[in-house]
């Protein structure tokens, strides 16, 4: 029986979506069940035996709301291998914080899991998806545009969770 492990993300405009899907790929290939699921539709855990988290960063803040999940879900986050992953400009763009203190961030809200694999991957960031605002903001502060998703970074990190999650 192949462990079943939940794939949970928040996404904006679809660059985490899109890493939490190659994450379930190659989590897939490893033989696990996965299912991929938006953080605010998952319901329960109980039928998982091991969590993943994805979220971005904008701005320093979370898009999604961590500590409150970690509280809804927290006596099976407790019981399961959790990972999680933090996706933003920060690894490319230095202004926008250090990646290291923002994974550190992560791992603080998602207690009480103590999480057996923490990451931070460059998302995108394409001014077109964004109102003016935004795209003022990212002209003036000289953000960088592009899609900056290192997807065999993000592979070879997915390849590692079975084994440290006890798989």
């Not at 405009?13 to 033989?31: C, D, M």
């Not at 000289?142 to 997807?151: E, M, S, T, Y």
Request: aromatic share 8%; hydrophobic share 50%.
């Amino acid at each position: 029986m192949s462990a079943r492990i939940l794939v949970a993300y928040a996404s904006k405009k679809g660059s985490t979506a899109g890493i939490a899907r190659a994450v379930a790929r190659e989590l897939e290939s490893a033989g696990m069940t996965v299912d991929v699921i938006p953080l605010e539709s998952v319901t329960s855990l109980g039928a998982y035996d091991a969590l993943v988290l994805g979220t971005p960063v904008y701005a320093g803040k979370f898009l999604a709301d961590i500590p409150a999940f970690a509280s809804r879900f927290s006596e099976r986050i407790a019981r399961i291998p959790v990972a999680g992953f933090v996706t933003g400009i920060a690894p490319v763009w230095p202004e926008a914080g250090d990646p290291d203190a923002i994974t550190e961030k992560f791992v603080q809200a998602m207690a009480p899991g103590k999480p057996v694999a923490v990451t931070m991957f460059a998302g995108k960031f394409d001014p077109r998806e964004h109102g003016i605002l935004v795209r003022s903001l990212g002209k003036v502060m000289k953000i960088p545009a592009g899609d900056f998703r290192d997807w065999g970074s993000i592979s070879a990190w997915a390849r590692e969770l079975p084994a440290k999650m006890g798989f």
